[in-house]
């Protein structure tokens, strides 16, 4: 994922996900317990989809598109987040929230890289039911408090937080507020890759896929 040095405008394409636009792993009528993927800024439903191989068959993965265009790419809410209005945010998890409801079987999580780690944990902190578990690739909450956190802090879900130590966008102090915040909220498992930049590798790709050989196996 290339930093872009100035944010420019997103523009909403619907309120609702192109379903036509869905990767998915295996049929959606698999009987398989489904994690969604949910893509980065300026990205596409294609990019999280090249994990899948690297991740356990035991569940199926839907990869989703952005409901906001942005450049030659989409996204899942403005930037820079305006942090006292997650309007587009909220916009994005309620599209999600609709989706999931329309799936035939079980959405049990959700896989986020950058934008699409603080959708993931948006969806959370809007019913703390959700989902069973999260993954946080290089992502960070929505800054301000939202009206479902002292709920979520009660049923502390499982969350996996993967992050490279020299990310451009992660200074000590924002990676502390993301440690506090998962921390008190979730039951973390957290991968830092001192020499990572804003991207996955090789070593957070297996710890991805031991946690989610976890969930399964508790399942």
């Not at 942090?83 to 049990?108: H, K, M, R, T």
């Amino acid at each position: 994922m290339t930093i872009p040095s100035q944010y420019g405008p997103v523009e909403l394409i619907s309120p609702h996900i192109d379903d036509d636009a869905v990767v998915r792993s295996t049929p959606a009528d698999s009987g398989k317990p489904l994690v969604i993927l949910l893509h980065g800024l300026g990205s596409h439903e294609g990019d999280l989809a090249g994990l899948v191989p690297h991740l356990p068959d035991v569940f199926a993965y839907a990869s989703l598109r952005g409901i906001y265009r942005y450049v030659q790419g989409y996204a899942w809410f403005e930037m820079p987040v305006d942090p006292q209005d997650p309007a587009s945010v909220n916009a994005s998890a309620a599209a999600l929230e609709e989706w999931i409801a329309a799936q035939s079987g079980p959405v049990a999580g959700a896989i986020g890289f950058s934008q699409g780690g603080l959708l993931s944990l948006q969806l959370l902190r809007r019913d703390a039911h959700a989902l069973d578990f999260v993954v946080n690739l290089s992502g960070r909450p929505f800054p301000a408090p939202m009206p479902g956190d002292a709920a979520l802090a009660e049923v502390r879900p499982p969350a996996l937080w993967g992050h490279g130590g020299l990310d451009p966008l992660f200074d000590e102090e924002a990676e502390a507020q993301v440690r506090d915040f998962m921390g008190a909220h979730t039951r973390l498992e957290e991968e830092r890759r001192p020499a990572l930049g804003h991207a996955v590798d090789e070593v957070e790709l297996r710890a991805l896929a031991a946690f989610l050989q976890r969930r399964a196996d508790h399942r």
